[in-house]
């Protein structure tokens, strides 16, 4: 069971570089999500969707964007990388659950970034 | 917005003893749901427990179980008989229960990290 995987687990860009952050999951969830972890300040929402073709800004989206092309794959980007964009990323996936159910989240396990 | 919040950053038990972690949060909606994740230094972020709020018995799995007061707006977590591979950060999370979309992203605390003493 491969469940949410994240690519990739390492990475270190320069100031001004861009990259793209991988999310693929094999649930067939509708809902996807990107959050992102700093020391002393849990995880916070950069961008979800919920479902393919659609997303929407969460609570600290700015210096990203994001796609769903296909169901499975939730991209993040950075288009051009600042130090303050060095985190811990973190994706996660739910079914879209009926009312009065519990859409659990599974996440992946992390991508740590570092901008220098 | 809902707000959620750890007031203990860090806490310790004894291997075998019982702990508790606290979570208070914030909300105008009467229906939500609570949750407490575990990382453990893997990043991983795995689920303990969750709680419905409409719910009024109190969450429990094996060692896990939750203390929810709707009216206080508080949902601690209590562990059992400690074990070493219970040290981690946990995380409280709340989520809306609304129909529109986005209602299932999640709110964290800043986390308790939690050490085991053998």
């Known amino acids: 069971n491969a469940g949410v995987t994240q690519t990739p687990k390492f990475r270190v860009l320069k100031t001004g570089q861009s990259m793209t952050l991988l999310c693929a999951q094999d649930?067939?969830?509708?809902?996807m999500y990107w959050y992102r972890q700093d020391p002393g300040m849990g995880l916070r929402l950069i961008h979800y969707?919920?479902?393919?073709?659609?997303?929407a800004k969460g609570e600290v989206p700015d210096g990203y964007n994001v796609s769903r092309l296909k169901k499975q794959n939730f991209l993040l980007g950075l288009e051009s990388a600042a130090p303050s964009q060095t985190s811990v990323y973190f994706c996660?996936?739910?079914?879209?659950?009926?009312?009065?159910?519990?859409?659990?989240?599974?996440f992946g396990a992390g991508t740590r970034l570092s901008v220098l | 917005a809902q707000t959620v919040t750890q007031s203990q950053p860090e806490m310790s038990v004894q291997e075998a003893e019982t702990v508790t972690l606290s979570c208070t949060y914030d909300t105008s909606e009467s229906d939500y749901y609570l949750f407490w994740y575990k990382q453990p230094p893997s990043r991983q972020m795995i689920l303990v427990i969750r709680?419905?709020?409409?719910?009024?018995q109190n969450a429990t799995e094996n060692r896990f179980s939750v203390n929810f007061q709707k009216a206080a707006k508080s949902f601690s977590l209590k562990i059992s008989d400690s074990q070493l591979g219970d040290a981690a950060m946990y995380f409280c999370?709340?989520?809306?229960?609304?129909?529109?979309?986005?209602?299932?992203?999640?709110?964290f605390g800043k986390g308790t990290k939690l050490t085991v003493n053998p």
């Open positions: 649930m067939n969830h509708e809902y």
């Open positions: 999370a709340y989520r809306s229960a609304g129909l529109q979309g986005g209602s299932e992203k999640l709110v």
């Open positions: 969707s919920v479902g393919e073709g659609t997303t």
């Open positions: 709680q419905e709020a409409y719910k009024q």
């Open positions: 996660a996936s739910s079914y879209s659950s009926p009312p009065r159910a519990i859409g659990i989240q599974y």
